[in-house]
């Protein structure tokens, strides 16, 4: 509905600074809304990389954008005049914004309700269809994919869970025993539209530190890379992770513009268990953008 409408608003408040309401809030801001974000956590987008979060909120704030950290959101007020008051807890502190519209993006919700799947498909606690590596149902011949199923809600997945979904359920149909495919999700992609462009894959900083101790990390700014200075870019980062031992590549993040394509190299990289030490050595074109993970893999060092 947020991207539906027919009159621009001339002031909005987005609730939750996560990908969506980043995205929306970019969008927004680019054509003159006034736009207010409220984030409970201390920066956008937090379940991304450290780094790369607080790179993110520095550049939407330069943009533009109003962000309201910590905030804790106590009642929404309709006045008759066309106006909402968001009456929120700052530091300890009550105030009350005004705007024309409010934008809920506190998370998304399998949109099952109204199919009563809950008196014989097996669902979570949050009302997602189970479903295993075969995206097979608790009743063996009903396949379920995308959203539905309580996994990552990308577009991205749902294509590939819905290919092998209707590529199983057609073998069901005929009887088969066997011969099923699997859905194999070790190495996903996502990227998120704000400006710039922010791409990840694999494990943050935070994770990787939680599981191993101490890792290989290779940070590398892209300011002074050739195409980011022809192109006025402004300040990007990439940023990979590998295991501490092996030197395999385990994480990327980036932020800068084609971020969202330079992800997949890294991304390769993990598919095909490569050290980051491959990916260091191989030759790369000037000027482009992917330079900066040459950069980042030839910096690496434990942390």
């Known amino acids: 509905q947020a991207l539906m409408q027919n009159r621009q608003p001339k002031s909005m408040a987005i609730i939750g600074g996560g990908p969506v309401g980043s995205e929306i809030a970019t969008f927004y801001n680019s054509f003159g809304t006034r736009v207010i974000l409220f984030q409970m956590e201390k920066n956008i987008l937090d379940k991304e990389d450290v780094d790369i979060a607080k790179l993110a909120h520095e550049a939407m704030e330069k943009s533009g954008v109003e962000i309201v950290s910590g905030a804790s959101i106590d009642q929404f007020i309709n006045s008759c005049g066309g106006v909402y008051g968001v009456k929120v807890t700052e530091a300890g502190?009550?105030?009350t914004h005004a705007v024309e519209q409010v934008v809920m993006a506190t998370g998304k919700r399998s949109n099952i309700s109204r199919l009563g799947l809950e008196d014989w498909l097996e669902l979570d606690?949050?009302?997602?269809?189970?479903?295993n590596a075969e995206q097979r149902t608790n009743i063996k011949h009903i396949f379920a994919a995308g959203d539905v199923d309580g996994g990552m809600q990308f577009t991205h997945i749902a294509h590939y869970e819905g290919v092998i979904a209707g590529k199983n359920a057609a073998r069901s149909a005929?009887?088969?025993r066997s011969g099923f495919e699997k859905s194999d999700?070790?190495?996903v992609p996502r990227a998120i539209f704000v400006i710039p462009e922010i791409a990840s894959v694999g494990q943050t900083e935070q994770q990787a530190?939680?599981?191993?101790?101490?890792?290989?990390i290779g940070k590398a700014y892209t300011d002074g890379l050739g195409r980011s200075i022809t192109e006025h870019a402004g300040k990007g980062m990439v940023k990979i992770i590998a295991h501490p031992k092996t030197r395999k590549v385990i994480g990327g993040h980036i932020m800068c513009e084609r971020a969202g394509e330079m992800i997949h190299e890294i991304a390769l990289a993990m598919h095909?268990?490569?050290?980051?030490?491959k990916l260091?050595?191989?030759?790369?074109a000037f000027p482009t953008y992917n330079e900066g993970i040459v950069l980042a893999a030839e910096a690496v060092k434990m942390e």
């Open 272 to 277: 095909l268990n490569a050290s980051v030490d």
């Open 174 to 176: 005929k009887n088969k």
């Open 209 to 216: 530190k939680e599981k191993f101790g101490k890792v290989l």
């Open 93 to 95: 502190v009550a105030q």
């Open 125 to 131: 606690s949050q009302g997602n269809i189970q479903t």
């Open 280 to 284: 260091a050595s191989m030759i790369h």
């Open 185 to 187: 999700q070790r190495v």
